[in-house]
């Protein structure tokens, strides 16, 4: 570069509006600047605030302007970004001396806000049964006052029954809205992304930003997009990240069973650790700690099963496992249904696939990085790669096992010797019974639901979606959309 020539990327950026106005008694400079910054400069010293990250919403009252603004508990300026995550409002009001200058201030601080494409009105699922059934008041005090700073319209609906979002959103007018909350655990979220698939216009529908909050006992889709960031994992970090509007892009899987589908978001687990998810539900009360005290039953209890699974492994993963053939099933292959998602039209049959013969441990595949707040499951999952990261556990004694679930905060557990991690664009499970008991088989579960009960497992009684037989899994990289903080 040029030492005569100026820097652009340190050039100070056009002012959209400047002049002088009243800030507490004293006539003070105030600037808005063309990428959204308010400057002014008072006898403390200097201040600013940006559109995109600090401002919620203004407000006309009387000669004056109340700007909305947030502040980060943990530092002194006014940020969303960084450590912490635990707001607080702070409001910046100022008075221009003339009603044609405050009508232009309004006017630039108005269009700057509307040029960011934040959600103006969403639809919000609470679900008062998730967790520690806590979500109707973080609702209430955390989530709602910051959407009504905002001024994001909201029309609300309680959950009142398992499915009830997926209903929802299979008759509603998507028009109306510009994204959905979920303020729950990762169920909802699951639920909606599968009504959505199940709507005739679902390529529209899909369009539709799916934001979280977090209130239930799982939390992993919004762990996994907050923590890369710096944001911690709480309801005003998520709800800041729906209201500035960011979007993302999601893979979504689908798991098929003859002409039976789901669509999973988050994982789908067999052996130990659906094993603990599902049958832990018995302390629910406790919180996210069922999954540490019931754990730790497990590994002292461990189970193993019989089975294969089969992967077409992605770029850099060819050596993993063994050669193997896949025949498709004709009653598994996409159909001519008109109404939904079919999953994708990929050619199996063509694809080279590998595979790893049982017993196992643990089979555990994932979409996003974490599993749970406490759970960093696959580290390197990406939101859309269109990949699934599979961690596989064949053998593992025990003393090592309770040091790899101490490992799971960290994400270091795929780094030990018992533990296969990588990635795969197609997975066919092949489940098995328990090796110490043929009579008994296992549970598989996705998302945090029961897909199938073997025999004598867990409430086995219960209706599933599939029988515990083979399942074919595949990936659509991208499908749906997630606000985003970023």
Not at 298 to 311: E, H
């Amino acid at each position: 570069m040029d030492p005569l020539q100026p820097d652009n990327d340190h050039l100070p950026s056009p002012p959209l509006i400047s002049d002088r106005v009243l800030i507490n008694g004293v006539v003070t400079p105030l600037t808005l600047t063309a990428d959204g910054e308010l400057q002014w400069t008072t006898e403390p010293g200097r201040g600013k605030s940006t559109t995109e990250k600090e401002i919620l919403s203004f407000a006309v009252e009387g000669n004056k302007v109340r700007v909305k603004t947030l502040v980060e508990r943990t530092g002194s300026s006014i940020c969303c970004g960084g450590s912490g995550g635990d707001y607080a409002r702070k409001d910046f009001v100022f008075e221009p001396l003339y009603d044609e200058s405050r009508k232009l201030w309004c006017d630039k601080l108005r269009q700057r806000l509307h040029s960011l494409g934040r959600p103006k009105r969403l639809l919000v699922f609470v679900n008062p049964f998730g967790g520690n059934k806590t979500a109707r008041k973080i609702f209430l005090e955390k989530v709602k006052p910051l959407f009504d700073d905002a001024d994001v319209q909201l029309d609300v609906q309680e959950t009142k029954y398992q499915l009830h979002a997926k209903e929802m959103v299979r008759s509603m007018d998507v028009s109306k809205y510009d994204g959905i909350v979920c303020v729950s655990g990762d169920g909802v979220l699951v639920e909606v992304v599968n009504g959505l698939l199940e709507r005739e216009d679902w390529r529209t529908a899909l369009k539709l930003p799916i934001g979280m909050v977090p209130a239930g006992s799982g939390n992993g889709m919004i762990k996994s997009l907050l923590d890369p960031v710096g944001m911690s994992c709480s309801a005003a970090s998520a709800t800041v990240s729906i209201i500035r509007g960011h979007r993302r892009s999601l893979d979504v899987a689908t798991i098929a069973q003859g002409t039976t589908k789901f669509f999973s978001v988050l994982m789908l687990a067999w052996g130990l650790v659906a094993d603990i998810d599902i049958e832990s539900e018995k302390f629910r009360w406790m919180g996210s700690a069922r999954f540490d005290v019931y754990g730790l039953q497990r590994i002292i209890c461990l189970r193993q099963y019989s089975g294969r699974i089969l992967f077409v492994p992605a770029p850099g993963f060819e050596s993993c496992g063994q050669l193997a053939s896949y025949h498709v099933d004709k009653e598994s292959s996409v159909g001519d249904k008109t109404r939904g998602y079919q999953g994708p039209d990929t050619n199996l049959e063509d694809l080279e696939w590998r595979e790893i013969k049982g017993p196992f441990v643990s089979v555990w595949l994932h979409n996003v990085p974490w599993g749970a707040e406490n759970t960093l499951a696959a580290p390197n999952a990406k939101f859309s790669d269109g990949f699934l990261d599979l961690i596989v556990m064949k053998d593992c004694p025990r003393l090592a096992l309770l040091s790899l679930m101490t490992k799971l905060s960290d994400g270091t557990h795929v780094q030990s010797p018992y533990v296969s991690y990588l990635k795969v664009k197609a997975f066919v499970l092949e489940p098995g019974a328990r090796i110490d008991e043929e009579d008994r088989e296992g549970i598989i579960d996705s998302d945090g639901e029961v897909l199938a009960r073997g025999r004598k497992s867990y409430k086995c009684d219960e209706k599933a979606l599939m029988s515990y037989s083979k399942l074919q899994i595949t990936v659509d990289q991208g499908l749906a959309t997630l606000f985003s903080p970023e």
